[in-house]
């Protein structure tokens, strides 16, 4: 079966170039002369099945139900359609490929456990967190059923973030040896997933990629109704508030107010925007302990039809919203965050939303300020101008693949080669820090400017936290060029390289006046870039390239 992808290609021009006009021949050129073609491909897709109904595999034959699994990983994650009402979209994530996923994983950690210690491990233990989607009750179900079938011991944290996930395998007492987060992000409804994480971080790629190939196998053998029968339920526990009051012990420290230590917020007004999703314990478990006054927030309530908007920093409405409460209540900072929280977006006392490039360079002024000629690592979708203040500052910019993952592993990396890198970044609002086990926590990025504000006014300084992002330049036009890629699901990543591969040579040949290739170089184009719009969608990726103009 064919489907079509999108691939995205940001060009972003210099804030100090005059912008194409609508009749900008130029832009017309662009338009006229960009052209691609591509080879074809072709193949067969055999499946042979058994009398007994089970299903016989090898290297050269390939069974639909084990790919419609397989085909559930995104990236460094398992995501899917779990409830019906999204147009052109069928349900794929449904409890017993949920069981099968969730045992595939028990098992792998078992066998990670038993590798690193040499030796037979008993009671492993793993958390389960999920955010509010409607799907998460019968899903979590099918969780505990295949962590159980693989011998381990579950702990449901409930409601939940994706960080707070994660902090389940550090904090004490806790200290799980892995956890499970349930969530699609910022997705729509119908749409949920599974996060990965031990005590080393999140997986990788090829991490999920060998347990999605596991529990392709099993869930073609099984083919039944999820397990409902546990040999023991999981044990409820309330996580969220031990993280909480990590995060409130952290602010409380850094900030050392000289007169009220344990309120060091009060006199500051916070605005939360949660998006009905998981972050509303950030404004009464944070926020409103600590002194703060959050009066205006918004959709701090869960509810997992997000009847509002959609919980996402770069959200047009969710920021809107979030700037208009502001404004309305004379507040100090407005903070937005996405469904699980692993993303957050800012406004500042002025209105001024703050995400994307200015969220990074607003993370870079007060990382480098901590650690200055640190490298800070972003994708290459990120504008010159932040470049440029990024260096003015003594730091050093580090460009890199597309995807939230790619850009921490990359600052993982840098540290292991010797080379100080302290944030790691993705426009899209993911934000890793050396100082935070590396992990991608909306709540711990506000956290770092909500300390940077107080120690501020602590200063003397009248001036919000946007004061410190107003000499970053903002590009006069930015263009996202979406390419439509006809191709079964298994050839779309080939197709979307080849035509990047190709709009690469068109420019480097000159054919686009007044256009160059960043010095950037290549990169890769990963969650979400590429949209397979096939009942059956596959995780794909291709090579892009930052381009830049050079004259007009």
């Given at each position: 079966?064919?489907?079509?992808?999108?691939?995205?290609?940001?060009?972003?021009?210099?804030?100090?170039?005059?912008?194409?006009?609508?009749?900008?021949?130029?832009?017309?050129?662009?338009?006229?002369?960009?052209?691609?073609?591509?080879?074809?491909?072709?193949?067969?897709v055999i499946c042979v099945k058994s009398s007994s109904s089970s299903?016989?595999?090898?290297?050269?034959?390939?069974?639909?139900?084990?790919?419609?699994?397989?085909?559930?990983?995104?990236?460094?994650?398992?995501?899917?359609?779990?409830?019906?009402?999204?147009?052109?979209?069928?349900?794929?994530?449904?409890?017993?490929?949920?069981?099968?996923?969730?045992?595939?994983?028990?098992?792998?950690?078992?066998?990670?456990?038993?590798?690193?210690?040499?030796?037979?491990?008993?009671?492993?233990?793993?958390?389960?967190?999920?955010?509010?989607?409607?799907?998460?009750?019968?899903?979590?179900?099918?969780?505990?059923?295949?962590?159980?079938?693989?011998?381990?011991?579950?702990?449901?944290?409930?409601?939940?973030?994706?960080?707070?996930?994660?902090?389940?395998?550090?904090?004490?007492?806790?200290?799980?040896?892995?956890?499970?987060?349930?969530?699609?992000?910022?997705?729509?409804?119908?749409?949920?997933?599974?996060?990965?994480?031990?005590?080393?971080?999140?997986?990788?790629?090829?991490?999920?990629?060998?347990?999605?190939?596991?529990?392709?196998?099993?869930?073609?053998?099984?083919?039944?109704?999820?397990?409902?029968?546990?040999?023991?339920?999981?044990?409820?526990?309330?996580?969220?508030?031990?993280?909480?009051?990590?995060?409130?012990?952290?602010?409380?420290?850094?900030?050392?107010?000289?007169?009220?230590?344990?309120?060091?917020?009060?006199?500051?007004?916070?605005?939360?925007?949660?998006?009905?999703?998981?972050?509303?314990?950030?404004?009464?478990?944070?926020?409103?302990?600590?002194?703060?006054?959050?009066?205006?927030?918004?959709?701090?309530?869960?509810?997992?039809?997000?009847?509002?908007?959609?919980?996402?920093?770069?959200?047009?409405?969710?920021?809107?919203?979030?700037?208009?409460?502001?404004?309305?209540?004379?507040?100090?900072?407005?903070?937005?965050?996405?469904?699980?929280?692993?993303?957050?977006?800012?406004?500042?006392?002025?209105?001024?939303?703050?995400?994307?490039?200015?969220?990074?360079?607003?993370?870079?002024?007060?990382?480098?300020?901590?650690?200055?000629?640190?490298?800070?690592?972003?994708?290459?979708?990120?504008?010159?101008?932040?470049?440029?203040?990024?260096?003015?500052?003594?730091?050093?910019?580090?460009?890199?693949?597309?995807?939230?993952?790619?850009?921490?592993?990359?600052?993982?990396?840098l540290n292991e080669d010797g080379i100080e890198t302290h944030l790691?970044?993705?426009?899209?609002?993911?934000?890793?820090?050396?100082?935070?086990?590396?992990?991608?926590?909306?709540?711990?990025?506000?956290?770092?400017?909500?300390?940077?504000?107080?120690?501020?006014?602590?200063?003397?300084?009248?001036?919000?936290?946007?004061?410190?992002?107003?000499?970053?330049?903002?590009?006069?036009?930015?263009?996202?060029?979406?390419?439509?890629?006809?191709?079964?699901?298994?050839?779309?990543?080939?197709?979307?390289?080849?035509?990047?591969?190709?709009?690469?040579?068109?420019?480097?040949?000159?054919?686009?006046?007044?256009?160059?290739?960043?010095?950037?170089?290549?990169?890769?184009?990963?969650?979400?870039?590429?949209?397979?719009?096939?009942?059956?969608?596959?995780?794909?990726?291709?090579?892009?390239?930052?381009?830049?103009?050079?004259?007009?």
């Amino acid at each position: 079966m064919a489907s079509t992808s999108t691939s995205s290609i940001p060009l972003r021009r210099s804030a100090r170039k005059a912008s194409f006009s609508s009749s900008s021949p130029a832009k017309n050129t662009f338009q006229k002369t960009l052209r691609f073609s591509f080879s074809s491909w072709s193949s067969k897709v055999i499946c042979v099945k058994s009398s007994s109904s089970s299903f016989k595999y090898n290297e050269g034959v390939v069974d639909e139900e084990i790919d419609k699994i397989r085909r559930l990983q995104n990236g460094s994650d398992v995501r899917g359609v779990a409830l019906e009402g999204e147009k052109g979209r069928t349900v794929d994530l449904t409890p017993p490929a949920v069981e099968a996923i969730a045992e595939s994983f028990g098992e792998w950690v078992i066998k990670a456990l038993e590798k690193e210690r040499g030796r037979p491990v008993e009671d492993v233990r793993v958390s389960l967190g999920k955010d509010p989607r409607i799907s998460g009750a019968s899903l979590s179900v099918a969780v505990f059923a295949g962590l159980a079938r693989a011998g381990c011991l579950v702990f449901d944290m409930g409601l939940a973030t994706t960080p707070a996930c994660f902090m389940s395998t550090l904090l004490p007492p806790f200290a799980y040896d892995a956890s499970i987060m349930m969530t699609a992000s910022h997705l729509p409804y119908t749409r949920n997933g599974l996060k990965f994480f031990t005590k080393k971080g999140g997986l990788t790629s090829p991490e999920v990629e060998q347990i999605c190939d596991k529990a392709a196998r099993k869930y073609a053998n099984r083919l039944t109704k999820v397990s409902t029968m546990l040999k023991s339920p999981p044990k409820k526990v309330d996580f969220i508030s031990a993280y909480a009051k990590h995060l409130r012990e952290i602010i409380k420290e850094r900030v050392n107010h000289p007169v009220h230590y344990d309120t060091p917020l009060k006199g500051f007004q916070i605005i939360v925007n949660a998006g009905n999703g998981s972050g509303g314990f950030f404004t009464w478990d944070v926020l409103d302990k600590l002194g703060a006054d959050t009066f205006g927030s918004l959709h701090l309530n869960p509810d997992g039809m997000f009847p509002n908007h959609i919980p996402n920093p770069e959200d047009k409405t969710a920021m809107a919203l979030t700037r208009a409460a502001v404004l309305e209540n004379s507040a100090d900072l407005g903070i937005v965050f996405d469904t699980d929280v692993d993303r957050s977006g800012v406004v500042d006392n002025k209105g001024n939303p703050i995400n994307g490039d200015k969220l990074i360079a607003l993370m870079s002024a007060i990382v480098l300020k901590e650690h200055p000629g640190a490298t800070i690592v972003t994708d290459a979708r990120t504008s010159m101008a932040l470049t440029r203040f990024i260096t003015d500052r003594g730091g050093h910019h580090c460009l890199y693949r597309v995807g939230y993952r790619n850009v921490i592993d990359k600052g993982v990396q840098l540290n292991e080669d010797g080379i100080e890198t302290h944030l790691m970044m993705e426009t899209s609002g993911h934000g890793a820090l050396k100082e935070n086990y590396f992990l991608d926590d909306g709540a711990y990025m506000v956290v770092k400017i909500i300390i940077e504000m107080v120690c501020m006014k602590l200063s003397g300084s009248d001036e919000g936290i946007g004061s410190l992002i107003k000499d970053l330049d903002e590009p006069l036009e930015s263009i996202e060029l979406r390419m439509s890629i006809i191709s079964e699901p298994k050839y779309a990543k080939a197709r979307g390289t080849e035509a990047i591969e190709v709009f690469r040579s068109y420019v480097e040949e000159g054919q686009l006046e007044g256009w160059e290739l960043d010095s950037c170089g290549d990169c890769w184009v990963s969650e979400g870039c590429l949209v397979d719009s096939n009942d059956s969608p596959a995780a794909i990726d291709a090579h892009m390239y930052r381009c830049r103009t050079v004259k007009i």
